[in-house]
Nanobody, 118 residues
Framework: QVQLVESGGGLVQPGGSLKLSCAAS????????MGWYRQAPGKQRELVAR???????NYADSVKGRFTISRDNSKKMVYLEMNSLAPEDTAVYYC????????????WGQGTQVTVSS
């Protein structure tokens, strides 16, 4: 199993940018599909972006063109660069690790809060 720790959340004004990081440990990182999910108050957790072992990505329609997911296998890190942030991006963002590009993985981080507000 892999352990995940997110960082980089915070308060940002609309139109601003943030970069989230997720540090992985405990297993062979480059065998995992990695993803970022988010959960806003009163809403279900939703997929934001996912990246495969070889770097194939997919994004939620709501973040396409604004967010970029990337990974550094040598550092066991996955990142989410977020640009043109809007209030509706406010949520707790979670890192996720799994074995399938089509399904949510079983390993979760503790989450990091992102608040977009003026």
């Amino acid at each position: 199993q892999v352990q995940l720790v997110e960082s980089g959340g915070g308060l940002v004004q609309p139109g601003g940018s943030l970069k989230l990081s997720c540090a992985a440990s405990g297993s062979i990182f480059n065998t995992y599909v990695m993803g970022w999910y988010r959960q806003a108050p009163g809403k279900q957790r939703e997929l934001v972006a996912r990246i495969s072992i070889v770097g194939t990505t997919n994004y939620a329609d709501s973040v396409k063109g604004r967010f970029t997911i990337s990974r550094d296998n040598s550092k066991k890190m996955v990142y989410l660069e977020m640009n043109s942030l809007a209030p509706e991006d406010t949520a707790v963002y979670y890192c996720n690790a799994g074995r399938s590009f089509q399904q949510t993985g079983d390993s979760w981080g503790q989450g990091t809060q992102v608040t977009v507000s003026s």
